[in-house]
């Protein structure tokens, strides 16, 4: 096996090429959705239903309003489907009698001056009948005393190995905990926004910012009634998404585009403020996990027996897809012969609850994490010992019940992260800083654990993606694909991959603009899946590029730029420039998605997360003072880009951890919808983020690459929490754990 | 009463109300659409700008109070500098929203301390959120368009 260990924070020389997107966002010339130019556009707004569920009775509109000005859109204007295409056709795309949560959308509104639409806003009043006893916590939910759909279950999975109760007869310590998540705001600063122009021959041009331009074509195509050929959707800079805009710019392109094709053809904006932006659209999925471990004396697992639910809100939407992730992520990456995780998802009042960078996973692994802290504690073991026992080995069985091959790199991290914090003499160092009365106390505390990239099990051959290489005149190549820069840096990366493929530099390859009228379906940019799925596919295209070029261009096996430049223009000339790749899953790619059993990921990413952390016992502030991210994520295709993925998915993580909670009023609304009092964190609020890389070359994208985007999300909470328990000697169940969390913990001598 | 100020370095009047917001007057009126509306109450920093050189949020400020002030924008930044270099090198920018706001914070800091310590560049930075980055690359940007090293 060969390791090789970037350590970039000590090691400069390893770069990569610039950004593509670099200057033009540095200098400001980079237009997001609201920096379009749109001459005589309309400004559109929602008029939202208040109550948490409940009946519309009538829509008044105030008689004092010249109505005749405003564009006006209700449920009786869609000339398609009322509802958001996605799984389940569940979500109406405006309100016509029933609703379950407050903020659907009942009328649009657009006007060319934004002022005199916020006091037409409040000309409308929505008479409801409301939901007598809305359900907001997923144990009520579960009880199911009222019901928002039968048995208030949207997804229920069973990943079950073995025998619990041989585990339990096997067990001679075993810990019973819940955890309890919060729901989690992906906070991209750019709010959500979409574009419309109804064009002069009848089509929709929709421009916004998105993940997913395929999901919202197939959105606008069952919502309007309209052909594919009459919509297009084009992708705006985008600025940040985080699973945030995978779902939802499907509801405000629909919106858009009801204004649209009422506005006599002025483009109509629909751009959120924050605050809407906050209380509307999806974030994470709050969950409940019921954990039980049992190990016997010498630390060996037995058994892992999990209850996992999460929140899904009023909406199916992506719930199952999360669930599913949650559910297979949560035994963790060691071995264990008896398992059962019983995941389900549940119907509440809330809105939908979404996609969120890691979605499930980082839910599921705190609670097996945490959990995993206690279960040493109660053997009398360090957290460390009982780890190395249960890892995952090249040929363990692995909780999903296929045999772990040689891309196995679990107890190389814990060791890599080991030799990184010096964490024995860190711990022995904190105990007696705690023990000599300091103002403060310190911890560390880890969690190990390893992401699947790409979609579960079958889900890459569901969506069949396919990817297209162009070659131009110029003797240039342009990349056609469907997967969308958001700030992650898969231009550059895809480029770059191209590039390499194809031995030309990279400026003479373009990623053209994710434009739905000329881009093939190459799937959402979700999952991970960019670079190592997608990447696959441009690598793949590139090889029969060549081919092409080879057999009909006579392009010599090696060849430089201009030979390559003239084989092009040749190619160009021919009409023959196009060569299109089809995804095909790896051979050994089994999963049956109804028992869980199988290979669920094409590949997994090994990471092992330290946290160091400073607790004020005056104030009980937690500062992560130190935090060290290990990961073996095949290769680095640019390590500057996955180092900033991973520094800010642990800054993610650590907001996650300590600070971001989303509050709800009585109605099931986000009570802290403003930046103001939903606190993420600044630079002041954090310490050092170490980043080490290993590649072990075996994942299944290029060059050995497999995806890292939501992998830093899962580690740190888990790893703070369990430097928290450690610096206080206190059993935490609740993130994010601040400082009036830890004042009852304290004062209740930690139990 | 119209106001007058220099956006830029060039002189603009603007006869909206003195209680619009300079960034809806910079947006709006100048079609300067580097500067970025966040959350539109102080909080974020991407619609940070430069007002006679100090770093404010003009979501906040009325263009009332801004009459005969020096402005600068993103737009107003030199296209090729140390710092910009730095940025595009370093990844100091992911999605790139709240980068003109922190362009602007890095050159307010650079102007009060030409060397930077680390623990100068984390306040310098602490009014403009960014979500993408953990921050990391920036300081590193900001340290090496310094001239020292990147390793932070």
């Known amino acids: 096996m060969s390791l090789t260990i970037i350590n970039q924070r000590r090691d400069q020389q390893v770069v990569g090429p610039a950004r593509v997107d670099g200057f033009a966002k540095i200098s400001g010339a980079a237009l997001y959705v609201d920096d379009l130019p749109a001459v005589d556009a309309l400004h559109g707004t929602t008029v939202r239903t208040a109550g948490a569920g409940g009946t519309l009775q009538e829509i008044v509109f105030d008689p004092a309003i010249n109505w005749s000005e405003f564009v006006v859109v209700t449920a009786q204007d869609i000339p398609g489907i009322n509802a958001i295409k996605l799984l389940e056709n569940d979500q109406p795309v405006l309100v016509e009698r029933t609703f379950r949560h407050a903020g659907e959308a009942v009328v649009l509104l657009a006007h060319a001056d934004p002022e005199k639409l916020r006091i037409a806003l409040k000309g409308i009043s929505l008479v409801e009948l409301p939901n007598p006893s809305p359900i907001f916590d997923i144990d009520d939910a579960l009880q199911a005393r009222q019901e928002i759909i039968p048995g208030n279950i949207y997804a229920d999975y069973l990943l079950e190995r073995g025998d619990v109760a041989a585990g339990e007869y096997l067990a001679d310590v075993v810990i019973d905990e819940r955890f309890l998540t919060p729901s989690q705001e992906q906070l991209y600063i750019e709010p959500q926004g979409m574009l419309a122009h109804l064009q002069e021959d009848g089509s929709i041009l929709m421009e916004g910012s998105l993940q997913c331009p395929y999901y919202v074509l197939d959105a606008l195509v069952q919502c309007l009634g309209m052909d594919k050929d009459h919509l297009r959707v084009v992708q705006s800079t985008t600025g940040g998404a985080f699973g945030g805009k995978e779902d939802y710019p499907s509801v405000i392109a629909c919106h858009a585009a009801l204004l649209a094709l009422k506005a006599g053809g002025r483009p109509v904006k629909l751009i959120y403020e924050r605050g809407e932006d906050l209380r509307v659209t999806p974030k994470r999925h709050p969950s409940r996990t019921l954990i039980r471990l049992g190990a016997n004396k010498a630390g060996e697992l037995q058994f892992i027996d999990m209850d996992f639910a999460i929140d899904g809100g009023a909406y199916r939407t992506l719930s199952p897809v999360v669930l599913s992730r949650g559910v297979i992520h949560a035994p963790g990456p060691y071995k264990c012969p008896h398992i059962r995780i019983k995941g389900r998802a549940v119907a509440t009042n809330h809105p939908p609850f979404g996609a969120f960078r890691g979605f499930g996973a980082p839910q599921s692994i705190l609670a097996m994490e945490v959990a995993m802290d206690r279960l040493a504690k109660k053997l009398g073991m360090d957290p460390v010992e009982l780890r190395k026992k249960n890892l995952l080995c090249t040929g363990d069985l692995s909780p999903t019940g296929d045999v772990v091959g040689k891309d196995c790199f679990a107890h190389a991290v814990l060791d890599a992260a080991l030799e990184h914090t010096h964490y024995q003499q860190r711990r022995e160092e904190y105990n007696a800083w705690n023990a000599a009365g300091h103002p403060t106390r310190r911890g560390i505390g880890l969690a190990t654990f390893a992401h699947g990239a790409g979609f579960t099990g079958n889900g890459e051959l569901h969506l069949a993606s396919r990817v297209s290489l162009q070659a131009l005149a110029n003797g240039h190549v342009e990349i056609l694909c469907s997967n969308t820069e958001m700030g992650q840096g898969a231009a550059t990366t895809l480029v770059q991959i191209a590039a390499a493929a194809l031995g030309l530099p990279m400026d003479s390859v373009h990623l053209a603009q ?178 080490v890389l290993l590649e072990g070359g075996l994942g299944a994208g290029p060059k050995g690459a497999k995806g890292v985007g939501e992998l830093p999300m899962d580690g740190p909470a888990p790893a703070i929490v369990n430097a928290i328990q450690q610096a206080l000697n206190i059993d935490i169940r609740q993130i994010p754990v601040r400082p009036e969390m830890l004042l009852e913990l304290t004062v209740s001598g930690g139990n | 009463m119209p106001t007058t100020m220099r956006i830029n370095g060039k002189a603009f009047q603007s006869s909206s109300a003195p209680n619009a917001r300079l960034l809806d007057v910079l947006r709006n009126e100048c079609d300067l659409k580097g500067t970025k509306e966040g959350c539109g109450e102080g909080e974020c920093g991407a619609c940070a700008v430069l007002v006679n050189g100090k770093l404010v949020n003009s979501c906040l400020i009325p263009l009332g109070q801004m009459e005969q002030a020096e402005i600068t924008t993103v737009e107003g930044l030199p296209e090729d500098s140390a710092l910009a270099r730095a940025f595009v090198q370093c990844g100091a920018t992911q999605c790139g929203i709240c980068t003109p706001g922190m362009m602007l914070a890095a050159t307010a800091l650079l102007a009060e301390h030409a060397n930077p310590t680390l623990e100068e560049i984390r306040w310098g930075l602490s009014g403009n959120l960014c979500r993408c980055t953990g921050y990391g690359r920036i300081y590193a940007a900001i340290a090496q368009a310094a001239g020292g090293s990147a390793d932070v």
């Open chain 1, 514 to 691: 994710t434009d739905t009228s000329r881009v093939p379906n190459s799937g959402p940019t979700v999952a991970s899946r960019t670079c190592m799925v997608v990447g696959g596919l441009i690598q793949k295209a590139a090889g029969q590029l060549l081919q092409r070029l080879r057999e009909t261009m006579d392009l010599a096996e090696s060849y430089d730029a201009q030979s390559f430049a003239a084989a092009c223009a040749g190619l160009y000339a021919a009409g023959d420039a196009l060569v299109t790749a089809h995804y095909y899953p790896p051979a050994d790619m089994l999963w049956d998605e109804q028992t869980f059993f199988g290979r669920a990921y094409a590949s997994y990413a090994w990471a092992a997360y330290v946290a160091e952390v400073e607790v004020d016992m005056i104030t009980l502030e937690t500062h992560v003072i130190d935090f060290t991210a290990v990961q073996e994520i095949g290769k680095a295709v640019h390590p500057v880009i996955v180092q900033g993925q991973i520094e800010g998915g642990v800054a993610q993580g650590i907001g996650y951890a300590l600070y971001e909670d989303v509050l709800w009023n009585e109605r099931g609304v986000m009570a802290n919808d403003r930046l103001t009092n939903y606190i993420i964190p600044t630079s002041a609020d954090l310490g050092f983020i170490h980043v």
